[in-house]
């Protein structure tokens, strides 16, 4: 089976340009996470889909950053503009089913934002 | 709202040696805990997890963790480590309230010496 899938998995830009970065989770699993992980810090969510609806995007700061999830299978988590401060390790993960109480969550290997 | 604290940056331990790393969580009632492994350039990897039950919790690679509510910890222990357990570890808590909503401590990077 598969895994998260996520691309690319490394982009180097110049600030106020714009980025996206892609993730098709494992086939099946209706919750959907973006975490940003800062260099030395765990990871920290920025948004969560059940299905196509973002039930949860409190932390995501949405004067620059946006997400999608259509059809409520692949996302799509875009920057514009991208700061310097914006440089981390994005990860996509997905889990099998929030109402099930399995928390389990599976993530990708992750996109490396380099802003310069 | 839930937090974890990992009180070790770095941890250097012999191969072959014991090895436990600690974290300790902040959350009001029993939460949902995790111990994850990042090798560098990786995604994370769930090596075992709390949600319920017995409080010695059984994992992947020879991991196991103990839940003690008395102290709020979550220590992860291996009784011997392999040059391979080099990475990094992270320990989380998930809250069912908030949409099981995980939040991760800092992290504890492990070296192993030969």
């Known amino acids: 089976e598969a895994g998260v899938v996520q691309s690319p998995r490394y982009k180097i830009i110049e600030k106020k340009q714009p980025v996206a970065f892609w993730c098709n989770p494992i086939?099946?699993?209706?919750?959907l996470y973006w975490y940003r992980q800062n260099l030395g810090q765990g990871p920290e969510l920025l948004i969560r889909y059940e299905n196509e609806e973002a039930v949860d995007d409190s932390q995501l700061p949405k004067d620059r950053f946006s997400a999608e999830r259509l059809k409520g299978v692949d996302s799509t988590l875009k920057i514009q503009p991208a700061e310097l401060g914006d440089s981390a390790v994005y990860l996509c993960?997905?889990?099998?089913?929030?109402?099930?109480?399995?928390?389990?969550?599976?993530f990708g290997p992750g996109t490396r934002l380099t802003v310069l | 709202a839930q937090s974890v604290t990992q009180p070790d940056i770095h941890i250097t331990v012999s191969e072959g040696a014991s090895l436990e790393l600690r974290c300790n969580y902040s959350y009001g009632a029993t939460p949902y805990l995790f111990w994850y492994v990042q090798s560098p350039g990786q995604g994370l990897q769930l090596l075992l997890k709390?949600?319920?039950?017995?409080?010695l919790v059984q994992g992947i690679k020879g991991f196991e963790a103990e839940f003690k509510r008395s102290q709020s910890s979550f220590n992860l222990r291996k009784p011997s480590v392999h040059w391979s357990d080099a990475a990094e570890y992270f320990c989380a808590v998930g809250a069912p309230e908030y949409g099981n909503k995980l939040v991760f401590g800092a992290g504890t990077i492990l070296r192993v010496k030969s």
């Open positions: 993960a997905s889990s099998l089913d929030q109402q099930t109480g399995n928390n389990e969550q599976f």
């Open positions: 709390y949600f319920s039950g017995d409080t």
């Open positions: 086939s099946g699993h209706n919750t």
